[in-house]
Each structure stands twice: as structure tokens, then as C-alpha cells.
């Protein structure tokens, strides 16, 4: 059975760092699509960063592109989002996400996963 367990959010204050990550169990994390997504209250969510299998890019939303960074490791099977220089408005519940078919990392960004997370909370505030 696929499952994604995600851990490490908290209370940071702006300018500060947090890693955030995901333990995959059910499949291997190298084969699939898989991203982090976020939401805010009141807003839409949001697909932050994405790697697929079959893309040698990686999708990164604007808002985040030189900030955070998305990465692997196969050995423990998680997925990480390091976020540095983290602002108010990165505030939210940030959610790991998988999906199995094939395509661009941005397709997965912009339109979600098949499986997910329940999340955890980041907090950026004075």
C-alpha cells in the first residue's frame, strides 16, 4: 500500500529555514512522480516543486525558485524541501504527493498527484 508521511514543519521566523520530509513507503520514490504542494488558508493549492521520472527537469513555482529545493534519496525512499529565506507568505500546510504515470514535472505541479500526504503546518511569522 502506497503511503506518504510528511514531517517537519514548525514555527520559523521570517529569514529562517526549515527541511521538510516525506517518507514514501508502497513504492520507490525514483520511479514515480513526486512533489510537495502547499496551502494557505483562504487560497488554492499550490504545486511548489516536482520531479518526475520521466522529465530531467524540475519544476519549481516562481514564488519559490532560488529559495527552496526539492531532492531524493533513494536509500531512505523520502523526498526533502529545503526552504530557506522563508517569508510570511510561505506560510501553509505543505503536503508530499506521488503519482505513477509518466510526464513533465510541471504537468504534476499545475494539475496535482494521485497520492497523498495528510501534511504538515509551516508557520513563517515575527
Known amino acids: 500500500q502506497l503511503q506518504l508521511v510528511e514531517s517537519g514543519g514548525g514555527y520559523v521566523q521570517p529569514g529562517g529555514s526549515l527541511r521538510l520530509s516525506c517518507a514514501a513507503s508502497?513504492?520507490?520514490?525514483?520511479?514515480?512522480?513526486v512533489g510537495w504542494f502547499r496551502q494557505a488558508p483562504g487560497k488554492e493549492r499550490e504545486g511548489v516543486s516536482c520531479i518526475s521520472s520521466s522529465d530531467t527537469n524540475t519544476y519549481y513555482a516562481d514564488s519559490v525558485k532560488g529559495r527552496f529545493t526539492i531532492s531524493l534519496d533513494n536509500d531512505k525512499n523520502t523526498i526533502y524541501l529545503q526552504m530557506n529565506s522563508l517569508k510570511p507568505e510561505d506560510t501553509a500546510v505543505y503536503y508530499c504527493?506521488?503519482?505513477?504515470?509518466?510526464?513533465?514535472?510541471?504537468?504534476?505541479?499545475?494539475?496535482?498527484?494521485?497520492?497523498w500526504g495528510n501534511g504538515t503546518s509551516v508557520t513563517v511569522s515575527s
Open positions: 508502497g513504492f520507490s520514490v525514483n520511479y514515480y512522480a
Open positions: 504527493a506521488a503519482d505513477h504515470a509518466l510526464g513533465r514535472s510541471s504537468f504534476f505541479c499545475l494539475n496535482g498527484m494521485d497520492y
